[in-house]
T-cell receptor, first 113, second 114 residues
């Protein structure tokens, strides 16, 4: 069983489109995250949710909107995609805000053309 | 703001040789520290972490790291490299009050020559 699963694994889309990436964790964790890894492999946190509530939003354009329908899911919706949004997006989860071990999904490679 | 620096974006070693990947953090208060490994087209997997207590931390796959407060370092080592160790390695830090927000270093690609 995959602990943190993301879909799709690959996503190629045109500029201006709206797309979503889904993330689900079956670990019973309270806290979930989205990270962005750029073409130079640099990883940066985007959002963190704890029990469906947003706790971290790291100056991400408001074209990016996370949605957490329940604490096992944290989806990422991106409006009006731009070339610069091309990256690998990783979902992660941890037991709680105080538990420091994060489990990562396999990533979604988004390519905007 | 906290930062994490990994010296050397690429490290190449021969199979059986010592692996040393360097990580330094900048923080007035020692953060929690982590090493993650990323195999091609895979997510990040936790190798080891330091929170409190013993400064030499052992992780999976024979890796270990030592927290040195005086040097603000958390270098990753493995006595003998295997071909299967070839991957990207990320050092990360979390300030104690940052609510699990990890700051990552730029990554080091480890190449292992036969």
């Amino acid at each position: 069983d995959t602990a943190v699963s993301q879909t799709p694994k690959y996503l190629v889309t045109q500029m201006g489109n709206d797309k979503s990436i889904k993330c689900e964790q079956n670990l019973g964790h309270d806290t979930m995250y989205w990270y962005k890894q750029d073409s130079k492999k640099f990883l940066k946190i985007m959002f963190s949710y704890n029990n469906k509530e947003l706790i971290i939003n790291e100056t991400v354009p408001n074209r990016f909107s996370p949605k957490s329908p329940d604490k096992a899911h944290l989806n990422l919706h991106i409006n009006s995609l731009e070339l610069g949004d091309s990256a690998v997006y990783f979902c992660a989860s941890s037991h709680s805000r105080l538990n420091t071990e994060a489990f990562f999904g396999q990533g979604t490679r988004l390519t905007v053309v | 703001a906290q930062s994490v620096t990994q010296l050397g974006s690429h490290v190449s070693v021969s199979e059986g040789a010592l692996v040393l990947l360097r990580c330094n953090y900048s923080s007035s208060v020692p953060p929690y520290l982590f090493w993650y490994v990323q195999y091609p087209n895979q997510g990040l997997q936790l190798l080891l972490k330091y929170t409190t207590g013993a400064t030499l931390v052992k992780g999976i796959n024979g890796f270990e790291a030592e927290f040195k407060k005086s040097e603000t370092s958390f270098h990753l080592t493995k006595p003998s490299a295997h071909m299967s160790d070839a991957a990207e390695y990320f050092c990360a830090a979390e300030a104690n009050n940052a609510g699990n927000m990890l700051t990552f270093g730029g990554g080091t690609r480890l190449m292992v020559k036969p």
